[in-house]
């Protein structure tokens, strides 16, 4: 069974510090994909990123990052010098070898970044 | 491209109408899905469909809930009869199968109501 786990269901931040989102999942599968979106207040799913199990690299975009590591199952996520507009739902999600997009949701994080 | 496009934005029906929600997904994606979101349960997959045919709709709720796909542009979700547990956000995303880097876009949701 596929199972993806974020442990953290709230994180209070001050604007300007970082955070990292904890991503843990499972899957029997030797080929899978990772995912990360965004819910902002307005209620849309925003796509961030898409990593498959086989690049192990690490990805950075601007103030975000993400750090993959297969020997953990973890898929964290890191901003950096988080803003307000940081605020929103996070959720990690996991696609099996088909690759045809059907997402185990981890159940969120929701971040609030405070000025 | 316009993306996902789901109608309408808000539905608030009472207890035992029959409820559709539509779903227009980006043009040349092969992929189409139903995703709901609750509080409860969080984002979980509904059914979904490849070259418009229902390829698993082991998540599909009760029978009062049915998907079609008459064609490639075009799906919707139905709830007949209604009740207030199907309050939810239904989200409609689509996908090509295939491509390497690029996520799966989603509508901006159908908020439900049943009353």
């Known amino acids: 069974a596929q199972k993806v786990t974020q442990a953290q269901t709230e994180i209070s931040v001050v604007e300007k510090e970082d955070v990292t989102l904890d991503c843990v999942y499972e899957?029997?599968?030797?080929?899978?994909?990772l995912f990360w979106y965004k819910q902002p207040p307005s209620g849309e799913l925003v796509f961030l990123i898409r990593?498959?199990?086989?690049?192990?690299q690490n990805e950075i975009s601007g103030r975000y990052s993400w750090n993959f590591q297969k020997s953990t199952s973890s898929f964290n996520f890191t901003i950096t010098a988080s803003q307000v507009v940081d605020s929103a739902v996070y959720f990690c999600?996991?696609?099996?070898?088909?690759?045809?997009?059907?997402?185990?949701f981890g159940q969120g994080t929701t971040l609030q970044v405070k000025p | 491209d316009a993306g996902v496009i789901q109608s309408p934005r808000h539905e608030v029906t009472e207890m035992g109408q029959e409820v559709t929600l539509r779903c227009k997904p980006i043009?040349?994606?092969?992929?189409l899905f139903w995703y709901r979101q609750t509080m409860m349960r969080g984002l979980e997959l509904l059914i979904y469909?490849?070259?418009?045919?229902?390829?698993?709709d082991s998540g599909m709720p009760e029978d009062r809930f049915s998907a079609k796909m008459p064609n490639a542009s075009f799906s919707t979700l139905k709830i007949q009869p209604s009740e207030p547990r199907d309050s939810a956000v239904y989200f409609c995303?689509?996908?090509?199968?295939?491509?390497?880097?690029?996520?799966?876009?989603f509508g901006s949701g159908t908020r439900l109501t049943v009353v």
């Open positions: 990593r498959n199990s086989f690049d192990e």
């Open positions: 995303a689509s996908s090509l199968a295939g491509e390497a880097n690029y996520g799966y876009t």
């Open positions: 899957t029997r599968d030797t080929t899978y994909y």
């Open positions: 999600a996991l696609s099996g070898s088909s690759n045809t997009g059907k997402l185990i």
């Open positions: 469909f490849n070259n418009n045919v229902p390829i698993d």
């Open positions: 043009s040349g994606h092969d992929y």
